[in-house]
């Protein structure tokens, strides 16, 4: 089974200036890591995902992640973030190969302030 | 528009009542899955369907079930209903049965019990 670990529950920040949303997983198998953006009064929407490869993963909206395997981690990062990218953050890790569930954390609201 | 539509958007009713909650998955996805968003426990896992057949089970109460149709779209019946169960419930649909597209997911049906 998997378990994943979002560290912080709000992240406040300045627009323009960067962020990094945390993410930590437990896994005894090859992971697949998803992060995923809920704006208010909508569904979750993929923002990207690492399956293999290149550890790291540029998604949509000027985001991207950082595979770190020795750390169990999946960092997202946004060098200047938008009024327009408040909204909640949910890390989501499945183990590779076959059918395996998707577990997601709990998530992380952003809050940019102007 | 995810592709996923989800009716009906809100939904009030009376603890004891029963409700169905209808998901019409996105064009060409054959694996639906229904997840329930609530403050206190984050997004859980309830259950996946793919092409009409059941293939995993989460955290879904007896009082829960679901059901996939021959044209794909699913539904969630919820009976018995309690207070506890005011949430978010969400659906989302996946090409395969295995994670690695990740999810699209519709924009849920608010339910409140009162």
């Known amino acids: 089974a998997q378990s994943v670990t979002q560290l912080d529950s709000q992240v406040p920040v300045f627009e323009e200036a960067p962020v990094e949303l945390r993410c930590n997983y437990s896994?005894?198998?090859?992971?697949?890591l998803f992060w995923y953006v809920q704006y208010p009064n909508q569904g979750l929407q993929l923002l990207l995902k690492y399956l293999s490869g290149s550890t790291l993963v540029k998604g949509i909206n000027g985001f991207e992640a950082e595979f770190n395997k020795s750390q169990t981690s999946f960092h997202l990062r946004k060098p200047s973030v938008h009024i327009s990218d408040t909204a909640e953050y949910f890390c989501a890790v499945s183990g590779s190969g076959g059918y395996q569930k998707v577990t997601f954390g709990i998530g992380t609201k952003l809050q940019v302030i102007p | 528009d995810s592709g996923v539509t989800q009716t009906p958007k809100h939904l009030i009713t009376a603890t004891g009542q029963r409700v169905t909650l209808r998901c019409s998955p996105r064009s060409g996805d054959l694996s639906v899955y229904w997840y329930q968003q609530s403050l206190d426990q984050g997004l859980q896992f309830l259950i996946q369907?793919?092409?009409?057949?059941?293939?995993a089970k989460g955290n879904i109460l007896e009082r829960f079930s679901a059901q996939q149709f021959p044209d794909l779209h699913s539904e969630l019946n919820l009976s018995s209903l309690e207070l506890g169960d005011s949430a978010l419930y969400f659906c989302?649909?996946?090409?395969?049965?295995?994670?690695?597209?990740?999810?699209?997911f519709g924009s849920g049906t608010r339910l409140t019990v009162v």
């Open positions: 896994s005894s198998v090859s992971v697949y």
């Open positions: 989302a649909s996946s090409v395969g049965m295995v994670s690695n597209y990740g999810y699209t």
């Open positions: 369907y793919y092409n009409g057949e059941e293939r």
